[in-house]
């Protein structure tokens, strides 16, 4: 993992991640404070989704060190432990090992809560472990529905407790209201569908597919990628021969960066679509202009890193880290302000600072973020339920791989179609 911190920051190797103390200039020593709880963070640093990742992981970084900066959270002192989900064998984010480093993060005493994950693949593998240890963990890009959903708490919640909480929405309607997008804006009558096989991939795709179908778009077909296969061209001479009027794809960056690129070649003037996984630095970087100019994403989150109340976060965020800030990053720094804010609300309350009485605080939570109040409903889902919608637009003012600039920000989803 490349260090990323100053030199006046504290930091351990711990197994496969880092220990840091967060601090800058100006901030606390860390022989100044007596006390301290670690903030995890886990998120796949590493493969096709590094770069998405390392700016949310930047983003929940930046929360943390600008509460040290004021002197910690009623006398304890933040750190955090980071570590990395992806596999080289995976080439992206591995369930497996984020189940272990989620039983890492239990077995330290001191660690109160977590930032991450980032897939919902690595999602559904931590929640079980999570609920044993009475853990809460904080999401700022998981999006799959039914590791909250009540139907599923056995599975993904045996003690019973919400231990995974979002600051996005669900793919319960990101999925659909994309497709309300794509009927009513894009005026597509007739859609061909892929996903990539994961966990998110698969049920962004089938939520999609159900309301396109409910809405009255004629889905073609509907088809899996194999991450892992270099060469997607004979389902795409198939989607061309069939000539539906889009292409709409469940997924993440593995697949998806060679799914547009060739595309590009097979199907250059079909309207193709897809979710957060195709929303990112990575995206750009991988496929690259002119090949990924064109396509329409969606966050599952409300579009602020334009937002001139956010202009002097963004700016700080750039100075500090020498990228420019996705939305993501945006939920991420919410999702460490929350926590921070639960940590103080325990400590204040005279409670013993534990992941327990933390967890219980993040569910009570009412906290003013940058995107607005965050507030979470019994299951952990964020109460609001806002979908944007972007259009790769090459902007060559801008770096190619410049998340703010390269995707246009078109306006929010509809929830419910028009007519």
Same mark, same amino acid.
């Given at each position: ?8 920051q ?50 929940a ?20 432990i ?65 590791i ?19 600051t ?16 009513d ?22 939520l ?32 061309k ?49 002119p090949a ?19 202009? +002097?976060? @963004?700016?700080?965020?750039? %100075?500090?880290? !020498? #990228? *420019? $800030? ?11 302000q ?15 600072v534990n ?45 190619? +791989?410049? @998340?703010?600039?390269?995707? %246009?920000?078109? !306006? #929010? *989803? $509809? ?5």
């Open positions: 993992m490349r260090k990323l911190y100053h030199r006046r504290i930091a351990t190797a711990l197994g496969t991640g880092t220990i840091v103390a967060l601090a800058g200039p100006g901030m606390l020593p860390a022989r100044a404070a007596d006390k301290s709880v670690i903030i995890g963070i886990n998120l796949p640093l590493t493969g096709a989704d590094a770069d998405a990742s390392t700016r949310i992981k930047y983003g970084e930046m929360a943390i060190e600008e509460a040290n900066a004021k002197g910690g959270v009623a006398g304890y002192k933040l750190e955090t980071v570590l990395d989900d992806a596999t080289a064998t995976a080439g992206q984010y591995d369930p497996a090992q984020a189940a272990l480093n989620t039983k890492k993060f239990a077995a330290n005493p001191k660690v109160v809560a977590l930032v991450g994950p980032a897939m919902s693949g690595s999602g559904k593998a931590m929640s079980p472990i999570l609920s044993e240890a009475d853990m809460a963990t904080i999401t700022p890009a998981s999006t799959n529905p039914d909250t959903d009540p139907k599923f708490a056995g599975q993904f919640r045996p003690k019973g407790k919400a231990v995974y909480f979002r996005v929405t669900t793919d319960a309607y990101q999925g659909p209201n994309m497709a309300n997008f794509m009927r804006q894009l005026k597509v009558k007739s859609v061909y569908i892929l996903d990539d096989s994961g966990a998110y991939g698969v049920g962004m795709a089938n999609y597919e159900q309301q396109a179908k409910k809405i009255g778009m004629k889905v073609l077909g509907h088809d899996q990628l194999n991450p892992k296969e270099a060469d997607y061209t004979t389902i795409l001479t198939k989607i021969q069939l000539n539906p009027d889009a292409l709409y794809y469940g997924g993440v960056a593995q697949a998806g960066i060679k799914l547009a690129k060739q595309a590009y070649e097979v199907i250059p003037k079909m309207i193709k679509a897809g979710g957060d996984g195709m929303q990112g630095g990575d995206v750009l970087k991988g496929v690259g202009f990924v100019a064109g396509w329409y994403v969606t966050i599952a989150s409300p579009h602020k890193t334009e937002d001139p109340a956010l202009a +002097d976060w @963004v700016a700080r965020y750039q %100075k500090r880290f !020498g #990228v *420019a $800030p996705s939305d993501y990053a945006v939920t991420a720094y919410g999702a460490a929350i926590i921070i804010d639960s940590i103080k609300r325990v400590a204040e309350s005279g409670k013993e992941r327990s009485n933390v967890r219980d605080a993040i569910q009570a939570a009412k906290v003013n973020t940058l995107q607005g109040e965050v507030s979470f409903d019994k299951n952990g889902d964020m109460i609001s339920k806002v979908i944007s919608v972007f259009q790769v637009t090459h902007d060559p003012n801008h770096p190619e +791989d410049d @998340v703010i600039h390269q995707y %246009k920000y078109i !306006g #929010v *989803a $509809p929830e419910s179609p028009v007519g």
